[in-house]
């Protein structure tokens, strides 16, 4: 791994470290650390932290020594499927998003503390230029290595030091991001008590901190609802650390450092924070009950709640709202504190309010973007502000775009504001709104129909899913070269009209206002002008019979056979997608197509996020190619 000029101070005495070989020297007390490919070993220091790595990691270093990285996870994520997010796709990874409501504008050094697999580093490796870690675990420190080369992050230097000692310069970094440690801080400092490691402890870290930057802290509520439905929070050696931990525990230390803070709640917690929100924006926590049904919809793809989970939201959603405020500071799952030397914080959120004249908002994650919902005083959204996740640059204003059928092409620049929509993700569930989309998406099309597709055009298409067969080196493929001639065949047999695309048509994009039964769609990133009509009916008909489901493969057999609760209700898309095109679709043929083409994209993602110059050209094992097995039962 290339270096590029990461500072290292002595912890004993605070002079400057000096590279000699291997090591890290000091010419003052004459300490010597190890120092080798970016990793920094402070062995001399009390470091009372015991190993909390699983055998599921020992067991996937061991992999990565008899092959490459990318083979190792993708072996390991058979049995571990859960941490995917984390090791490969992480670009749907949140772990990082609550340092969004204390970011600056500096984005020069960042400080991930607990950094165990190394997810959140990478992640902040696109954002920061220069990422320092600190973790205990040799087994995380080992993999971290693995990793960091692998994927070519050369911002990136892994520390392993006593927190009490750290070896950085006064005023050092802009951001530190501190989750999960600070409830279980003995853990990592045996000398002290609770109370008093935690003030040692939030003193250095003010101490290295600059004037303008942001110490985060995520932790976990003891009381909260995560803990009360889903069981205990993860494993301690201490338990009785968590037990006292509140909501005013917390600040208190803050208060008692001399730190300003601000405390915000997260939902479902901190380190999966689809949600969060300033504790004392009484307007914003107003908004956010107003619409919980609508956001918890959202997380789960449109489906509808249990009883006894509607009862609850509808619960909540009634409350007076006096009782809103300390029931949040009792209940939520955790806690976000962002805590700065001075009074004039400067962050982004700040920014925004300047901006844009609204004081109240909700932060909400997306794959790539964090999305400001902006609030009126009543607590209705109004406005949206977009603010793409990776980018080492602060922008300096807002632009509004303004969504204007069919010209929804997504800005280009970093932070952008749009009105808000009405609406709540679609239920896949309800047959009404199924319909409803799928009228909606016919009306779309007609508005917005262009020339008729040619042959010519189908072989531009092809001609991309063979470079993809070609070069990741699939199995059939001469199955799959066949249906590509006959797809070509069948776009100059019946002649189409080409339209926009938006991409990615199916339920969370795709909004029912139950109030006027409109349809409203957002997030059109993957919009394309001048496109296949066929792509947005596929890609919702996919999603709808198994690709967006618990069981994908057995649901789409299921409704291929024509079997299972919404067989009715495909008959009707079918009918009516039939009608719009004047003829009768072959869906098995144009399901091939389409996931062949969504199979080789998700491809050729994964080898841009793993890249390596050598690395072995092969397909990863995903859905799309066992559904495109499915479907050939059926051809």
């Given at each position: 791994m290339k270096s590029i000029n990461f500072e290292y101070n002595c912890p004993e005495c605070k002079e400057k470290l000096l590279p000699v070989e291997n090591k890290l020297h000091c010419n003052n007390c004459l300490c010597d650390y190890e120092h080798k490919n970016d990793c920094t070993i402070f062995k001399n220091q009390n470091l009372s932290y015991a190993s909390d790595s699983n055998q599921s990691i020992k067991e996937l270093l061991a992999e990565i020594k008899d092959n490459n990285f990318e083979t190792a996870v993708e072996k390991f994520l058979i049995s571990n499927h859960e941490l995917s997010s984390q090791l490969v796709n992480t670009q749907y990874d949140k772990s990082v998003d609550i340092i969004f409501h204390g970011v600056g504008n500096n984005y020069l050094r960042c400080l991930d503390i607990k950094s165990e697999l190394g997810n959140k580093a990478e992640i902040l490796s696109n954002i920061f230029k220069q990422v320092y870690t600190i973790e205990f675990d040799d087994d995380y420190i080992e993999l971290q290595k693995k990793r960091f080369e692998e994927r070519k992050c050369q911002n990136i230097s892994i520390t392993?030091?006593?927190?009490?000692?750290?070896?950085?310069?006064?005023?050092?970094?802009?951001?530190?991001?501190?989750?999960?440690?600070?409830?279980?801080?003995?853990?990592?400092?045996?000398?002290?008590?609770?109370?008093?490691?935690?003030?040692?402890?939030?003193?250095?870290?003010?101490?290295?901190?600059?004037?303008?930057?942001?110490?985060?802290?995520?932790?976990?509520?003891?009381?909260?609802?995560?803990?009360?439905?889903?069981?205990?929070?993860?494993?301690?050696?201490?338990p009785e650390i968590i037990s006292n931990q509140k909501f005013s525990n917390y600040t208190s230390v803050f208060e008692n450092s001399g730190l300003k803070t601000k405390s915000f709640w997260a939902l479902p917690s901190y380190d999966v924070p689809y949600y969060s929100g300033e504790i004392n924006d009484d307007i914003a926590l107003k908004g956010f009950f107003r619409n919980l049904s609508i956001f918890i919809a959202a997380l789960r793809g449109g489906r509808r709640q249990g009883k006894m989970r509607e009862m609850m939201l509808s619960l909540f959603r009634n409350l007076n709202y006096p009782f809103i405020k300390p029931i949040v500071k009792k209940f939520s799952p955790s806690f976000v504190f962002c805590c700065w030397k001075k009074d004039n914080l400067n962050s982004l959120e700040n920014w925004i309010k300047e901006e844009t004249g609204y004081q109240n908002l909700i932060r909400m994650s997306k794959h790539e973007k964090i999305l400001y919902l902006l609030l009126n005083t009543n607590g209705e959204i109004e406005k949206a502000v977009y603010f793409k996740r990776y980018g080492y640059e602060m922008p300096d204003k807002i632009r509004f775009f303004e969504r204007k059928f069919p010209n929804v092409k997504t800005p280009t620049e970093r932070i952008w504001i749009v009105d808000w929509l009405k609406g709540r993700a679609s239920n896949p569930e309800n047959e009404k709104e199924v319909i409803a989309v799928i009228d909606w998406l016919v009306e779309f099309q007609k508005k917005t129909k262009l020339r008729i597709m040619s042959r010519d055009d189908a072989i531009l298409e092809t001609m991309f899913i063979r470079k993809g067969l070609d070069h990741f080196g699939y199995e059939?493929?001469?199955?799959?070269?066949?249906?590509?001639?006959?797809?070509?065949?069948?776009?100059?047999?019946?002649?189409?009209?080409?339209?926009?695309?938006?991409?990615?048509?199916?339920?969370?994009?795709?909004?029912?206002?139950?109030?006027?039964?409109?349809?409203?769609?957002?997030?059109?990133?993957?919009?394309?002008?001048?496109?296949?009509?066929?792509?947005?009916?596929?890609?919702?008909?996919?999603?709808?019979?198994?690709?967006?489901?618990?069981?994908?493969?057995?649901?789409?057999?299921?409704?291929?056979?024509?079997?299972?609760?919404?067989?009715?209700?495909?008959?009707?898309?079918?009918?009516?997608?039939?009608?719009?095109?004047?003829?009768?679709?072959?869906?098995?043929?144009?399901?091939?197509?389409?996931?062949?083409?969504?199979?080789?994209?998700?491809?050729?993602?994964?080898?841009?996020?793993s890249s390596k110059e050598n690395k072995p050209k092969k397909a990863h094992s995903r859905v799309q190619s066992k559904m495109l097995d499915v479907l050939s039962e059926y051809q």
């Open positions: 392993k030091c006593d927190l009490l000692k750290l070896p950085f310069p006064d005023n050092f970094f802009d951001m530190i991001l501190c989750n999960g440690v600070l409830e279980n801080i003995t853990k990592f400092i045996k000398s002290y008590n609770q109370s008093e490691a935690q003030k040692q402890f939030v003193e250095e870290l003010k101490r290295v901190i600059n004037d303008d930057g942001c110490i985060i802290f995520g932790v976990n509520n003891n009381g909260g609802l995560r803990t009360k439905w889903q069981g205990s929070h993860e494993e301690s050696t201490s059939n493929a001469d199955k799959y070269y066949k249906l590509l001639e006959q797809y070509e065949k069948y776009i100059a047999k019946n002649q189409i009209n080409m339209t926009p695309v938006h991409g990615d048509f199916w339920f969370p994009n795709i909004l029912y206002d139950h109030e006027t039964n409109n349809i409203n769609v957002i997030d059109w990133e993957g919009y394309s002008e001048k496109g296949n009509p066929y792509e947005d009916f596929m890609w919702f008909l996919c999603n709808f019979m198994g690709l967006s489901s618990a069981n994908p493969i057995l649901k789409f057999r299921e409704c291929l056979a024509g079997h299972g609760e919404i067989s009715r209700t495909i008959e009707q898309i079918k009918n009516r997608i039939d009608s719009h095109f004047g003829f009768k679709l072959d869906y098995s043929l144009l399901f091939s197509i389409h996931l062949m083409k969504w199979m080789i994209i998700q491809d050729q993602i994964e080898e841009k996020n």
